[in-house]
T-cell receptor, first 109, second 115 residues
Framework: GQNIDQPTEMTATEGAIVQINCTYQ??????LFWYQQHAGEAPTFLSY????GLEEKGRFSSFLSRSKGYSYLLLKELQMKDSASYLC??????????FGKGTRLHILP | DTEVTQTPKHLVMGMTNKKSLKCEQH?????MYWYKQKAKKPPELMFV???????INESVPSRFSPECPNSSLLNLHLHALQPEDSALYLC??????????????FGPGTRLTVL
């Protein structure tokens, strides 16, 4: 079956760094997405990884290891507006995009 | 322009009504998606169109009928819905699947309530 796991909730402090992990077991692999979703809003695209390694975009970085079925999203210099749900999603070999349940990130002042 | 637009923003309909949700993008994306999202749950894939052809139907009931009139437009026709179909319906688009770089952008969604 298809399975994508990420922690349900995390808490971090403003200005700090947080890493949100995602592990997956899917029918094939054609890329991994990270999204940010604020309550009541649509998901916002953050990153896409299809090759192993680290992709950096400003305060956000995403890492992929295909052999381990593992990715993480790294958020630096946390701001209060980063409080949101973070969704990991995998495109499988049939091009279906399967979402994990999301990680609710709480930022404390 | 990285915008996906959806209309209407909100829709309330009875179980006997027929309505349509509309989605539009002008990013040249050739893959378009419909998702359903319930509160505090992740989006669930419903349909995928690739090059204006239906490529994935995730066993969605026939009361939901997708249509892709051209590469920029995606519709979802609704008929005889049930109260449990109330949810946020999200449209998304992406480059052709399996591109070496990819992005997937979501529209703001249509919040549907079925009475």
């Amino acid at each position: 079956g298809q399975n994508i796991d990420q922690p349900t909730e995390m808490t971090a402090t403003e200005g700090a760094i947080v890493q949100i992990n995602c592990t997956y077991q899917t029918s094939g692999f054609n890329g991994l997405f990270w999204y940010q979703q604020h309550a009541g809003e649509a998901p916002t695209f953050l990153s896409y990884n299809v090759l192993d390694g680290l992709e950096e975009k400003g305060r956000f970085s995403s890492f992929l290891s295909r052999s381990k079925g593992y990715s993480y999203l790294l958020l630096k210099e946390l701001q209060m507006k980063d409080s949101a749900s973070y969704l990991c999603a995998v495109r499988d070999r049939d091009d279906k995009i399967i979402f994990g349940k999301g990680t609710r990130l709480h930022i404390l002042p | 322009d990285t915008e996906v637009t959806q209309t209407p923003k909100h829709l309330v309909m009875g179980m006997t009504n027929k309505k349509s949700l509309k989605c539009e993008q002008h990013m040249g994306h050739r893959a378009m998606y419909w998702y359903k999202q319930k509160a505090k749950k992740p989006p669930e894939l419903m349909f995928v169109y690739s090059y204006e052809k239906l490529s994935i139907n995730e066993s969605v009931p026939s009361r939901f009928s997708p249509e892709c009139p051209n590469s920029s437009l995606l519709n979802l026709h609704l008929h005889a819905l049930q109260p449990e179909d109330s949810a946020l319906y999200l449209c998304a688009s992406s480059q052709v699947p399996r591109a070496s770089t990819d992005t997937q952008y979501f529209g703001p969604g249509t919040r549907l309530t079925v009475l």
